[in-house]
Structures are given as C-alpha cells and as structure tokens.
C-alpha cells in the first residue's frame, strides 16, 4: 500500500484495499450471513458504547465479522488524516487479522486487485461531526480486533514452547508483534479527530449520566485477554534476555520484539492522550486520586517498562531500579 504516498495516490490504494475488503465480505456473506450484533446483549457498558459483542462464532462468521471491521476500517480511512506511518502499521495489523481469520496465504500479486473509484456524491451530504464520532467507534473496533487476534497469536506461541516447539513459536510471536505494532496506530486512528470536539462532543458520552460508569481500556476484554497472554507467556519464558540469547537467540530476539512493541504502545498511549485532553484529568479516576489521565498512563508505562528491564535487550533499568526502590521504600 502506499502509505507515504502523495494524497491522492494514496487515497486511490487505499480505496482499492476498501474494495479488496468489500469483494471479501461479499464472498464469506454468501455461505452465511453476519450476525445482528445489537441484537446480542452487551455484558458491559464499554462493549454498548463501542458497538462490540461476545459470542462463540463458526469460522467463517469470525472471518465476515473481523473483515468487516477491516472493510469499515479501510473506508474511513480513504479520508482520515492518519500519518504514513500509523497507516502502514495500521495496514500491516489488518492484513494480518485477514490472514488468520482466514486462512489464506498472503497474495504475491498486487496488481490483482481491481482499480476503482468512489464517486464524490457517496460522501455527500455527511457531515464531519457524523464522520468524527464513527470514527472514534471505527478505530477502537480496529484496536478491539488486534487485541483479539494479538491474544490468540501470543496463546500459541506460549501453547509452542510448552510443548518445546520453539520453531512453531517464533511467526506466531511475529504474527503477534505485528498486531501490537498497530495498538497505537488503531488507537490514533480513532483520535484522528480534532480535539476540541473530542472534549466537546465524545468525551462527556463516556461518562456519567450518559453512561452508568466512565469507561476505560481496562474495560475492553480483548485488552484483558492480551495482557493476560502476555503473562502466561513470560511464566513459561521468564529468563533473563542474556540467559535466553545463549539458549536460543532467535527467541530471545522475537520476544524482546513483541516487549518492545509492548512498551511503545504505552508511551504512544501518553503522548496520545496528553494530545486530547492535554492535562485534564481521566473520566475513570477516583476523585481522591492525585493524577491527571497523562500522568496515571506514564506510570503504567514506567511499570511495563520495568517488568520488561532484564528480558530485552536494550532494557530501561533506570526505570526498573527506581520502581524497586519504591517498593522497598
């Protein structure tokens, strides 16, 4: 995809991929139809807000619905003012979710996709707030999907070396770096809104009274089932990354990927938030609590990033040596 490309020949890539997604959609509705989401009752107020459901599905209902967050994705961003880099993560975590939802072989052949072009009056009439608001829904299912599919990939992998197969485990921790990598740029995606409506317009709906408790990413079960994986992967693959470089080098380098990713994503996650609401305080803190939304995700970075000091290569052990300090303190 042309993700650095001049506007409008990315807009054209990315309206050929939004077809490719569309052509896809088409194929797997047609051995069965997708499933009436609202129609399943939400077991949390963040899954209501976010248009999200549970539900055991066949195969092929899981690929129709993860391709349509792809397909609905895609669209969105034919106009979206994400950066050429957030983009090309992006991309990459989707055409991954496709992959595996499918089980289809990664296509050789670009130019297969046909050429096409969206007629402007399909846009309009639309207005940018309608736009604005789908948008937040629209990225946080992308952030939704690659938790999921990061959390399957990370349960494999971790599934691999305890049967001692680190062979089998290595594309899996690729596979799930990948999704990981597009965290942020899923997140991004989402807050590619202007701020101002953000506080105005989206903020105040997640919130009391407009919902019964203020919502939070530690609400998101996909999120809950990632940082789950990735615990009971560190229990089977705890060594030091110096212990585990000797044992098995390509290992220790696919695990310190996957940490790595890990740790980014939570310090995108504050330069993000810092850009919306600057320093105002989260909707889910305690009143009692003493820090603005900014400070509470630095801290959580400085915690993952301390957890993760001695198992990647180029760890953060300032941090690590302070968090220890305090805990002894």
């Given at each position: 995809?042309?993700?650095?490309a001049r506007p409008?020949?990315?807009?054209?890539?990315?309206r050929?991929?939004?077809?490719?997604?569309g052509?896809l959609v088409?194929?797997?509705?047609?051995?069965?139809?997708?499933?009436?989401g609202?129609?399943?009752p939400?077991?949390?107020?963040?899954?209501?807000?976010f248009?999200?459901?549970?539900?055991?599905?066949?195969?092929?209902?899981?690929?129709?619905?993860?391709?349509?967050?792809?397909?609905?994705?895609?669209?969105?961003l034919?106009?979206a003012?994400?950066?050429g880099?957030?983009?090309?993560?992006?991309?990459?975590?989707m055409?991954?979710?496709?992959?595996d939802?499918?089980?289809?072989?990664?296509?050789?052949?670009?130019d297969?996709i046909?050429?096409v072009?969206?007629?402007?009056?399909?846009?309009?009439?639309?207005?940018?707030e309608?736009?604005?608001?789908?948008?937040?829904?629209i990225?946080?299912q992308?952030?939704v999907?690659?938790?999921?599919?990061a959390?399957v990939?990370v349960?494999?992998a971790t599934?691999?070396?305890?049967?001692g197969?680190g062979?089998?485990?290595?594309p899996r921790l690729a596979?799930?770096?990948?999704?990981?990598?597009?965290?942020?740029?899923?997140?991004?995606?989402?807050s590619?809104v202007p701020?101002?409506?953000?506080?105005?317009?989206?903020?105040?709906?997640m919130?009391p009274?407009s919902?019964?408790?203020p919502?939070s990413?530690?609400?998101?079960?996909?999120?809950?089932?990632?940082?789950s994986?990735m615990k009971?992967?560190?229990s089977v693959?705890?060594?030091?990354y110096e212990?585990l470089?000797?044992?098995?080098?390509?290992l220790?380098?696919?695990?310190?990927?996957l940490?790595?990713a890990d740790i980014?994503?939570?310090?995108?996650?504050?330069?993000?938030?810092?850009?919306?609401?600057?320093?105002?305080?989260?909707?889910?803190?305690?009143?009692?609590?003493?820090?603005?939304?900014v400070a509470?995700?630095?801290?959580?970075?400085?915690?993952r990033?301390?957890?993760?000091?001695?198992?990647?290569?180029?760890g953060?052990?300032?941090i690590a040596?302070?968090?220890?300090?305090?805990?002894?303190?």
């Amino acid at each position: 995809m042309a993700t650095h490309a001049r506007p409008v020949e990315r807009s054209l890539a990315l309206r050929q991929a939004a077809a490719a997604a569309g052509e896809l959609v088409a194929a797997l509705s047609s051995l069965a139809p997708a499933l009436a989401g609202e129609g399943l009752p939400a077991e949390s107020t963040s899954q209501s807000f976010f248009r999200v459901r549970e539900r055991e599905l066949s195969d092929q209902q899981a690929a129709l619905h993860g391709v349509l967050v792809v397909h609905r994705a895609l669209e969105d961003l034919c106009e979206a003012p994400l950066s050429g880099a957030d983009l090309a993560l992006e991309a990459a975590g989707m055409g991954q979710a496709v992959l595996d939802l499918t089980g289809a072989a990664p296509d050789a052949d670009p130019d297969s996709i046909p050429l096409v072009a969206v007629p402007e009056e399909a846009v309009a009439g639309v207005s940018m707030e309608s736009v604005w608001s789908a948008r937040w829904l629209i990225g946080h299912q992308v952030h939704v999907l690659f938790n999921i599919c990061a959390a399957v990939a990370v349960a494999d992998a971790t599934r691999h070396l305890q049967n001692g197969d680190g062979d089998a485990a290595l594309p899996r921790l690729a596979d799930a770096t990948v999704y990981v990598r597009g965290f942020p740029a899923a997140m991004t995606h989402a807050s590619t809104v202007p701020a101002d409506y953000y506080m105005a317009a989206i903020r105040q709906t997640m919130a009391p009274p407009s919902v019964d408790v203020p919502l939070s990413g530690r609400q998101h079960r996909g999120y809950k089932l990632f940082r789950s994986a990735m615990k009971d992967l560190l229990s089977v693959v705890p060594d030091s990354y110096e212990q585990l470089a000797a044992r098995s080098p390509e290992l220790a380098a696919a695990r310190g990927a996957l940490l790595e990713a890990d740790i980014v994503d939570g310090e995108r996650h504050v330069t993000l938030a810092y850009s919306m609401v600057h320093l105002h305080r989260s909707i889910a803190q305690r009143p009692e609590g003493p820090d603005n939304a900014v400070a509470e995700l630095r801290h959580m970075r400085h915690r993952r990033a301390a957890q993760y000091a001695s198992l990647i290569r180029f760890g953060d052990h300032y941090i690590a040596d302070a968090v220890a300090g305090l805990r002894h303190s």
